[in-house]
């Protein structure tokens, strides 16, 4: 797309402020001239090839655009009669540097938004800009408007007629017929009308369509009354506020383009996503919210950064009250569609304005998103990242996998609601599950080295952070060296429980033996463990089975201190009761006396309890321990049974996940 701008005329309505250089030169604030703010806004949209005609002032005028020095390829065309003709023969004269092209045509006298001109640019189809909010003029143009279409441009219609300005994008199939016609127009003498003369003999042929502006500026200056208008409304503009908000940890070329369309349209108030809300939102940051509002500080012409603490936009809304809201377009259709919403609804109630630009999906983009997931795997930063999640989220929810596979239905599983996601935290590797995958019963059989390969196996295909159940750590003498290889693998949180010898599943409970460790021994072996550890990320919980045992709270209890005085740094508390009380009892209990070290629970049997409420009772982990097992196996069960009762698959089929899904579930590498 090339421009053109007409700058041939006199401008003598503008008295001495023309005596030295062309209207166009006149300034319009304190930093820019009416070309100088063409010229940036061309510049900025990309659009290099400009033509420019020249009447009176014309060296000046030439002088001037170089020492702008923008990256711009210029074309001056001086009409040599400029005093004599009207604006359409300076295009005649220009005629051979504008054939075949798209081309952006304006007035050297108009002063337009970038709004106007973003709209002006994008539009589909050839365009003129007009303004259905004001007056008809009496004496500049107005254009007729018969079924969509403009048919007529000039200053003598009123009948179904808009005020018109002279800036329009034009295809270059229009604009072609249009230039035709003013060579035609010309080279019969025709040289004192306008140029909308000759368009309006062939407006039926050009397709040319009203873009209206309403109420955003797109002025000509023809008065210095004028210009005074045009001046002020700029000023407003410049003090317009303009919000974005932002959940990435990189800044990509995408990102830096539509910062700066944003910041074209006022001052730029960046919002950055708090850690927890991303985090539900898409994955954990590898930047925390801090350091990401340092990223966004530093780019220039951003106004001011703030903390948008949820995925909701309405506190901040309601707080800097932005004239416009800056979003890609990803967010018009998906699970992000009722926030938009919400904004637009903010924005009506107090006359702000949501601006979308098309969201770029651009490979290199993609890519860079995900190197920073494959991070996020790495075994230091997955190990940090549960006391990172505990200190961000208060509660953290995690759910049972004992195999590749499984990990990727950890991973992977989003649900939306009220425009966020909901996705696990962690995963628990569970012993129940592990054993049951391999048809081993679940008492310590399997041994730590096939343990450590199922969690190498979910390791391999996934990012979330690992809880690992280590059920009572083994020997003392054992269990150092599990640590520190649960540690090196990038495991985050080991949890033992205080039972000793041949351990049974705590489900049992008193239905078969088991033995329950005493206090002072496992409280060397969590010593023992926190000694061996190397890192600071790495955390130890002591399981409590009093309950489980039915040895009463008071034992709970106590060894809950003792094992904390031991440096454990989380508690599990286990039951196997329906009802959730005497778990709701420890916790009070606990809490009573211990507010920070962090709870898990297992809520398997008390299972009608939200999460929502073990959190505000201080519970920090619940661990839906072996649900996947527990539905999975049924389902094999019942196609193998399916297919021995029909001596065929077919009718198995409706129970099978379908091949398409299988393959979006595992991700190929590239
Ligand atoms: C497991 O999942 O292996 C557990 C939890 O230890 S429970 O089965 O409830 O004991
Ligand atoms: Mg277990």
């Known amino acids: 797309m090339k421009a053109l701008i007409l700058n041939s005329g006199m401008g003598s309505r503008m008295g001495v402020l023309t005596s030295e250089h062309p209207k166009c030169m006149t300034e319009v604030s304190n930093k820019e001239t009416i070309l100088s703010r063409q010229l940036h806004q061309l510049a900025e949209a990309g659009i290099d090839e400009v033509v420019?005609?020249?009447?009176?002032f014309d060296s000046v005028l030439v002088n001037y655009c170089q020492s702008l020095d923008l990256p711009l390829h210029i074309t001056f065309v001086k009409n040599p009669v400029y005093d004599k003709t009207n604006y359409i023969y300076s295009i005649y004269c220009a005629r051979e540097y504008l054939a075949d092209d798209d081309i952006v045509l304006m007035h050297g006298d108009l002063v337009f938004e970038n709004t106007v001109f973003d709209d002006v640019i994008n539009s589909e189809t050839s365009c003129m800009t007009v303004t259905s909010t004001l007056p008809l003029p009496q004496k500049d143009f107005k254009a007729v408007v018969k079924n969509g279409r403009i048919t007529a441009v000039g200053i003598d219609f009123f009948n179904e007629a808009l005020?018109?300005?002279?800036?329009?994008?034009?295809?270059?199939?229009?604009w072609k017929i249009w230039l035709d016609k003013i060579v035609e127009f010309c080279e019969s003498d025709n040289v004192k009308c306008y140029a909308e003369n000759a368009f309006n003999e062939v407006s039926s042929k050009c397709a040319i369509y009203p873009l209206d502006?309403?109420?955003?500026?797109?002025?000509?200056?023809?008065?210095p009354e004028d210009l005074a208008v045009v001046s002020n409304k700029l000023a407003e503009l410049e003090s317009r506020t303009v919000y974005m908000c932002f959940s990435t940890d990189i800044i990509h070329?995408?990102?830096?383009?539509?910062?700066k369309k944003a910041q074209r349209l006022g001052k730029l108030i960046v919002g950055v996503l708090s850690d927890k809300a991303v985090t539900s939102y898409k994955r954990f940051p590898l930047v925390p919210a801090k350091e990401r509002k340092k990223l966004f500080a530093n780019i220039a012409g951003v106004y001011k950064v703030v903390d948008q603490e949820t995925l909701s936009y309405a506190a901040n809304l309601e707080k800097f009250k932005p004239d416009i809201v800056v979003h890609g377009d990803d967010w018009v259709t998906g699970f992000q569609r009722p926030i938009r919403?919400?904004?637009?609804?903010?924005?009506?109630?107090?006359g702000g304005k949501l601006v979308e630009y098309p969201y770029s999906d651009n490979p290199e983009y993609k890519a860079m998103e995900d190197r920073a997931r494959t991070e996020l795997s790495l075994p230091d930063?997955?190990?940090?990242?549960?006391?990172?999640?505990?200190?961000?989220?208060?509660?953290?929810?995690?759910?049972e996998a004992h195999s590749g596979i499984t990990g990727l239905i950890v991973e992977k599983t989003i649900v939306h609601e009220n425009g966020g996601s909901r996705q696990f935290d962690a995963m628990w590797v569970s012993s129940l599950c592990?054993?049951?995958?391999?048809?081993?019963?679940?008492?310590?059989?399997?041994?730590m080295t096939s343990r450590f390969r199922t969690i190498d196996d979910i390791m391999e295909v996934t990012t979330k952070p690992i809880i690992f159940d280590g059920d009572t750590g083994g020997l003392t003498e054992h269990f150092v060296y599990t640590v520190r290889s649960l540690e090196r693998m990038g495991v985050s949180m080991v949890i033992i429980e205080d039972k000793t010898g041949l351990k049974k599943n705590s489900l049992f409970g008193t239905e078969v033996k088991q033995t329950q460790a005493a206090i002072p021994d496992f409280c060397e072996k969590i010593a023992a463990g926190k000694k061996a550890q190397k890192t600071k990320d790495f955390m130890i919980c002591a399981r409590i089975e009093s309950l489980?045992?039915?040895?009463?709270?008071?034992?709970a209890l106590e060894r809950a201190f003792a094992f904390v005085g031991a440096g454990t740094d989380a508690i599990m508390i286990h039951s196997r009761k329906k009802s959730p009380d005497e778990i709701f009892e420890f916790v009070d209990k606990f809490r009573a006396e211990d507010k920070t070290t962090p709870l898990v629970v297992v809520p398997t049997s008390f299972n009608t309890v939200t999460e929502e409420e073990f959190k505000a009772r201080g519970v920090n982990v619940v661990i839906y321990a072996n649900q996947l097992t527990r539905t999975g196996f049924p389902a094999m069960q019942s196609a193998a049974r399916t297919i021995l009762e029909n001596h065929r698959a077919k009718e198995c089929d409706d129970m099978c996940m379908s091949i398409k899904d299988i393959i979006t579930l595992i991700p190929e590498e590239n």
């Open 52 to 56: 420019i005609t020249t009447g009176a």
């Open 434 to 447: 592990d054993s049951t995958a391999k048809g081993k019963p679940d008492i310590e059989l399997v041994d």
């Open 253 to 259: 070329g995408g990102h830096i383009s539509i910062i």
């Open 213 to 223: 502006v309403k109420n955003m500026l797109c002025a000509e200056i023809d008065t």
């Open 548 to 555: 489980i045992l039915e040895r009463g709270m008071d034992d």
């Open 163 to 174: 005020a018109a300005q002279p800036l329009y994008k034009l295809h270059s199939d229009d």
């Open 381 to 399: 930063v997955r190990r940090a990242r549960l006391k990172k999640a505990l200190e961000m989220k208060g509660l953290v929810t995690v759910m």
């Open 341 to 350: 919403d919400e904004v637009t609804s903010i924005l009506a109630s107090y």
